[in-house]
Nanobody, 123 residues
């Protein structure tokens, strides 16, 4: 079992940057693939980024490609989401998710989810 805690959200001006962290408990963290999702008010949850258990494979939707970077430090049981060139439309609650199947962390089917961290981008 994995418990996930997101942090690093906040208020930033358009064009600015934030780095989100997803800290995980459990000794098997390095076996889990991790995904980031976001949900804005009144909208469906949206896939943002995914990283394989080893960190060798990453994936992004076109909406964030080139602006967001996902990385992980398995020694620290932490996954990061570096967000640059932020736009007002990036405003949402950001969640990380974990699963033993890579496909599951690119969809809504991941087994484990954090509570989320709010990101607000002002124009």
């Amino acid at each position: 079992q994995v418990q996930l805690v997101e942090s690093g959200g906040g208020l930033v001006q358009a064009g600015g940057s934030l780095r989100l962290s997803c800290a995980a408990s459990g000794r098997t963290f390095s076996s889990y693939h991790i995904g980031w999702f976001r949900q804005a008010p009144g909208k469906e949850r949206e896939f943002v980024a995914a990283i394989s258990s080893s960190g060798s494979i990453t994936r992004y939707p076109d909406s964030v490609k080139g602006r967001f970077t996902i990385s992980r430090d398995n020694a620290k049981n932490t996954v990061y989401l570096q967000m640059n060139s932020l736009k007002p439309e990036d405003t949402a609650v950001y969640y990380c998710a974990a699963d033993l199947k890579y496909y599951s962390v690119t969809t809504y089917r991941a087994d484990y989810w954090g509570q989320g961290t709010q990101v607000t981008v002002s124009s």
